[in-house]
């Protein structure tokens, strides 16, 4: 059997797994769409698609429950059923175990991949989407989706914290901009971090935002629901751009007196790289003040937790 004939057997294999998702098909039923018995079926199966029936079809399973958790509004009963799991027991382990990360983090997060490492890059892929490398991360995905990642770790790291605490001077202060910021406590640190995304969403959308934030609005919960409000729109305009390869093009920040020209990688990257900085400031701030906190805000934490994807092919299910 050459290299085309091997393929082209290896796509009809596959492709009778993927179509049984909204089925309760067992092994010896995808036997019988193959012709085969099925002891066949599993051999020629994992020789060809490098990878057991049941196994690939636990994973694309998996892959969709992502996609449902991460893209619709469907409840996580109504997705464990969807996934085939007798409980909702059930399949927040099996989740947890293949994604590394809780439900409700998942879905706070909407990440947009949700592919799982295979050697044969078989994957689950939604209606609608590209068939092939339009899931893929670069590194805008990288660079974005980790300060937001580690930005709510901090936030929730700092929810157990006191008032007193959070508002207790720090010892290393480092300011790095001249205008408004200020980061003589945690609170003021992760307050800016959020703050800044909000000005620059504010920004590029032509919208208004409140300079001056109540108090209110700025306890750690109040700061985690500030950020994945601002989240979601500055994700969805710099996807937008990244989508047109229009990273040099500018806008104009009507915000600032007077108006001012900036390019969309610019302010991509300006707010990465404080960010980042103002990040490990404030884990720094949390061990001192005696929160176990766990990694280093790097971004290799980020991609092995909460984004195990790799170069993928994605087979087209229904």
């Known amino acids: 059997m050459n290299k085309a004939d091997g393929q082209d057997r290896a796509g009809r294999l596959s492709a009778i797994v993927a179509n049984s998702l909204d089925t309760q098909a067992k092994t010896q039923d995808l036997a019988r769409q193959a012709y085969q018995s099925r002891t066949q079926f599993h051999r020629l199966f994992r020789t060809v698609v490098e990878e057991t029936p049941a196994a690939m079809r636990r994973r694309l399973l998996l892959e969709r429950a992502a996609y449902q958790l991460a893209r619709t509004g469907m409840s996580v009963t109504d997705i464990a059923l969807d996934a085939n799991y007798g409980s909702l ?7 947890r175990k293949a994604f590394r990360t809780s439900l409700s983090l998942y879905r706070r997060m909407r990440i947009p991949h949700f592919h799982l490492p295979s050697s044969n890059k078989i994957h689950f892929l ?12 670069d590194l805008f995905d990288r660079f974005a989706g980790n300060d937001s990642w580690h930005t709510k770790r901090l936030l929730e790291y700092a929810s157990a914290l006191t008032n007193e605490q959070l508002d207790q001077s720090l010892p290393t202060v480092v300011e790095l901009l001249p205008w408004r910021e200020s980061n003589k406590t945690l609170r003021q640190l992760l307050e800016n971090i959020v703050f800044t995304k909000e000005v620059w969403t504010a920004a590029l959308s032509g919208s208004s935002t409140e300079m001056n934030p109540p108090k209110s609005q700025r306890s750690p919960k109040a700061m985690l629901q500030r950020l994945e409000k601002t989240d979601v729109e500055l994700h969805r305009i710099l996807s937008d751009v990244r989508n047109r390869s229009a990273w040099d093009d500018t806008f104009v920040d009507a915000l600032c007196e007077p108006a001012e020209t900036f390019t969309f990688g610019g302010v991509f990257a300006h707010i990465m790289t404080f960010n980042a900085h103002r990040r490990l400031m404030a884990l ?8 176990q906190t766990e990694g280093f805000g790097d971004p290799m934490e980020y991609e092995e937790t909460v984004a195990p994807w790799n170069r993928q092919v994605a087979l087209k299910t229904s």
Do not use: Y
């Open 126 to 137: 939604a209606l609608g989407s590209p068939t092939k490398g339009g899931s893929d991360m």
């Open 89 to 95: 027991e059930a399949f927040t382990r099996a989740f």
């Open 284 to 291: 720094d701030a949390l061990r001192q003040l005696g929160v």
